[in-house]
């Protein structure tokens, strides 16, 4: 289900969908309006109110509620678009996979017995330089 209808007639409260808006507000808050952004912010991560947020603004609670639906609305559009937060969720398995083979190869090389006496240090050098760059 696209994240823009999930949240058009509610917002988002509960902390799945209060984390899932402080991602995208992340994202993508310099996309919004000044306004946009203090309300969003105001509401997702100080927890105020949407009479707090109200009486800041001289508006109705129902003005706070519209604009803040508009504008998650807004940042879930812009992610169906853009697609930045599934980007990075796509580099964080990938970069996790790698690590997990690399934790393998590093396992099996301790284990390994070199008949010959070579020396793996170089090998191990490779395997440390390839973990520091994950």
Same mark, same amino acid.
């Given at each position: 289900m696209p994240l823009q209808r999930t949240f058009s007639s509610r917002l988002p409260? /509960? $902390?799945d969908g209060r984390? /899932?808006?402080v991602r995208l507000f992340d994202a993508y808050? /310099? $996309? &919004?309006?000044?306004?946009?952004?203090?309300?969003?912010?105001? #509401? #997702?991560h100080d927890d105020l109110s949407l009479g707090e947020i109200a009486s800041r603004f001289n508006v109705?609670?129902?003005?706070v509620f519209d604009s803040l639906r508009r504008s998650v609305n807004e940042l879930g559009s812009l992610e169906e678009r853009l697609g930045l937060l599934a /980007?990075? %969720?796509r580099q964080t398995r990938v970069r996790e996979t790698l690590a997990a083979r690399l934790a393998e190869v590093e396992e099996r090389?301790?284990? &390994?017995? %070199?008949p010959d006496g070579a020396d793996l240090g170089g090998l191990r050098s490779? &395997?440390?330089? $390839?973990?520091?760059a994950l």
């Amino acid at each position: 289900m696209p994240l823009q209808r999930t949240f058009s007639s509610r917002l988002p409260r /509960a $902390l799945d969908g209060r984390m /899932a808006v402080v991602r995208l507000f992340d994202a993508y808050a /310099a $996309l &919004l309006t000044e306004r946009q952004r203090v309300m969003v912010r105001m #509401y #997702y991560h100080d927890d105020l109110s949407l009479g707090e947020i109200a009486s800041r603004f001289n508006v109705t609670r129902q003005a706070v509620f519209d604009s803040l639906r508009r504008s998650v609305n807004e940042l879930g559009s812009l992610e169906e678009r853009l697609g930045l937060l599934a /980007a990075r %969720d796509r580099q964080t398995r990938v970069r996790e996979t790698l690590a997990a083979r690399l934790a393998e190869v590093e396992e099996r090389l301790a284990r &390994l017995a %070199d008949p010959d006496g070579a020396d793996l240090g170089g090998l191990r050098s490779a &395997l440390r330089a $390839l973990r520091d760059a994950l």
